[in-house]
């Protein structure tokens, strides 16, 4: 397991670039761990639209975590296309995009092997439910790949 933050927000030269830098971040790092073997991305807000963006060949599934998918990110999350397994989990009061806004979206956009489930009696910052969300992600994870 590989826990980190980006180097900065933005491109190198200060401009706001959609997350593109973070996804680089996040390949390299995932590159420099994995060492070829395969990996799931998991990120939290802003991280699981980087990890969503991410559609590296070592890449087995992904995992958003209070994914502010009402955002307008460019150019787009690869891995909606991607037939590759994810989750979504949504806090029940979600102040950037809830659970119902979710499942619209992916519904919409025909995500590919999406599963949105919701965080009960929480919002986007999960207050009591850091534990239970964390034991759900080694569920998942558990339950697709052993």
Known sequence: MLRFDFRGGGASDGTHDQGRAERDDL????????????????????????CLGVDDES???WVGIAPP????FEPGLPAARDARPKLLLVPEHDQYCTPAAALGIVECDAWQSTRVEPVDSTDHFLAGR????????VEWISELFG
Do not use: I, N
């Open 130 to 137: 850091v534990e239970s969300v964390s034991l759900r992600v």
């Open 69 to 72: 998918l009402t955002f307008d």
């Open 59 to 61: 890449v087995l599934g």
């Open 27 to 50: 390949v390299l790092a995932a590159r420099q761990v994995s060492a070829g073997s395969p990996v799931v991305l998991v990120g939290y807000s802003f991280g699981s639209v980087v």
